[in-house]
């Protein structure tokens, strides 16, 4: 049998202790979105700021994975899912990225976020190539370098930007542990042979990598793609690993 993972977006701090220790995962992967790099008057350039429950805590971090009898790990999600917080470069890339570097760098060491999740559904008209190449040149700073800021990433993909994703997976295939395909933000109900097709592309050649179905629990998400055919989905594919989307009261902007 094939051994089970279980990723949650959380809301607040009572939708993680209900799950830190469900029944058969061998690791549960708690994300905390978002960080942006938007603050009340546009863009920041690149120097992200956690928008997550202020509930979510380092003290309280640090007592979750200490009490939990899965392994836990915790992911900064950037990004966002709004349309006022797309990836934008308003100048250089450089400096976007010097930026975002020393910016994450803070964020994951004052938390102790064990990895960075990617989750953008937008990006700016324009900034695609430098989507695919700040990104990859940020994870690479944080993971490769020297001083080891995180250990793990993952790629949370948006299907309107799948063709970003692809590209930025294919430039940095050993970068990105996780794949994630959040199926609700498909604007049409793709079939399962779509769904084996794009997992096939995004497939890890680490055995020790995931791939996760994301559905949001949201009634607002489920317009294309309802839970129970979700589930069916799940089981067609041959998928063993659950991402879930409840990011629901703390800050309805995300």
Known sequence: MKELAYRVYPSNRESVESIKDVEGMK???IVLAFAR???ATGSTNGKFVPYFNPNFTPEWIREIKKISKSTVKFFLSIGGRNKKYPFYIP???DS???NAIDSLKDIVNNYGFDGIDVYYEHVTPGNETD????IGEVISVLKLSNENVIARASLAISFPLMSLYEALYEENPALFHDR???IYTCTASPTVDELVRVSDRLRPTDPNSKIFLGYSVLPSDWKNVPRPIFFDWLLEMGIHSISEWTVTDHDPEN
């Open 27 to 29: 690791e549960v992967q």
């Open 37 to 39: 790099d938007y603050d």
């Open 91 to 93: 100048s250089d890339r």
């Open 96 to 98: 976007w990225v010097k």
């Open 131 to 134: 989507f695919v190449k700040a």
């Open 180 to 182: 994630v395909f959040q």
